[in-house]
């Protein structure tokens, strides 16, 4: 009691002050502390890196490659499981875009995931090379009757790129070509990538090429009249 009553108002005061500021810097110390542990604590989410290999040995198996690698009016039917099925499935993760920048374009199973694609209110825009518009089976005029903007090159030189962008945010990629041969016949990859830099270089020539073979000043695209070689004779 004695030494209580030693103590000056100032003191008390100075005690007091000291107190009330240790407590404050704990409880910065305490916030700090909770933001670096959320942080810390959220699951590191991996770059996807998902592949798909071609042929499709299911359907192989199903005895449809010696028929489907001819020019017969027969398509790939929609099944479960497989490479197919799989490309299917990713491209249907589109929910605002789908921009299509493909070689050539002649199957019926992948042309109607497009046109179903289409139907659900995502914005599709597709660019291919112009002599395979000439292709027999090609989609380009089924895709147009979707209402599917469709763009191509115009010269000697073959557009001869693979690849599709979902959304702005994942890029497919890889040898393949959109056609039945590719699918049951040739060896084949496409690689599915969310990578943010390679996202944005695709996204970055996919529009310097649609820009590119613009020719709505000039000519609008409302038909095609293009010699049409044998898919055999392309090996697609």
């Given at each position: 009691?004695?030494?209580?009553?030693?103590?000056?108002p100032i003191s008390k005061r100075r005690v007091l002050f000291s107190v009330l500021s240790l407590s404050f810097f704990i409880e910065i110390l305490y916030k700090?502390?909770?933001?670096?542990?959320?942080?810390?604590?959220?699951?590191?989410?991996?770059?996807?890196?998902?592949?798909?290999?071609f042929p499709d040995t299911?359907?192989?198996?199903?005895?449809?490659?010696?028929?489907?690698?001819?020019?017969?009016?027969e398509d790939v039917?929609?099944?479960?499981g497989g490479p197919l099925t799989q490309l299917a499935d990713v491209l249907n993760e589109a929910t605002r875009t789908l921009d299509l920048c493909v070689y050539c374009f002649t199957?019926?199973?992948?042309?109607?995931?497009?046109?179903?694609?289409?139907?659900?209110?995502?914005?599709?825009?597709?660019?291919?090379?112009?002599?395979?518009?000439?292709?027999?089976?090609?989609?380009?005029?089924?895709?147009?009757k979707a209402g599917v903007s469709v763009r191509h090159n115009k010269g000697e030189f073959l557009m001869h790129n693979k690849y599709a962008i979902l959304d702005g945010t994942t890029v497919l990629t890889g040898s393949f070509?959109?056609?039945?041969?590719?699918?049951?016949?040739?060896?084949?990859?496409?690689?599915?990538?969310?990578?943010?830099?390679?996202?944005?270089d695709y996204?970055?020539?996919?529009?310097?090429?649609?820009?590119?073979?613009?020719y709505s000043k000039k000519s609008n695209l409302t038909a095609?009249?293009?010699?049409?070689?044998s898919m055999s004779a392309m090996g697609l």
């Amino acid at each position: 009691m004695d030494f209580l009553k030693q103590i000056t108002p100032i003191s008390k005061r100075r005690v007091l002050f000291s107190v009330l500021s240790l407590s404050f810097f704990i409880e910065i110390l305490y916030k700090l502390y909770k933001r670096r542990r959320r942080a810390t604590g959220k699951a590191k989410v991996s770059p996807r890196t998902q592949t798909i290999w071609f042929p499709d040995t299911k359907l192989v198996n199903r005895g449809l490659r010696r028929r489907l690698s001819s020019e017969s009016s027969e398509d790939v039917s929609s099944y479960d499981g497989g490479p197919l099925t799989q490309l299917a499935d990713v491209l249907n993760e589109a929910t605002r875009t789908l921009d299509l920048c493909v070689y050539c374009f002649t199957s019926q199973y992948l042309g109607d995931v497009v046109i179903g694609i289409q139907g659900k209110g995502v914005v599709v825009r597709f660019i291919t090379d112009l002599q395979q518009m000439g292709m027999s089976k090609c989609q380009v005029d089924r895709l147009l009757k979707a209402g599917v903007s469709v763009r191509h090159n115009k010269g000697e030189f073959l557009m001869h790129n693979k690849y599709a962008i979902l959304d702005g945010t994942t890029v497919l990629t890889g040898s393949f070509n959109w056609t039945n041969n590719a699918t049951v016949a040739n060896h084949e990859n496409i690689v599915v990538l969310d990578l943010q830099q390679v996202v944005e270089d695709y996204k970055k020539n996919f529009e310097t090429l649609w820009n590119k073979f613009d020719y709505s000043k000039k000519s609008n695209l409302t038909a095609i009249d293009v010699e049409r070689p044998s898919m055999s004779a392309m090996g697609l």
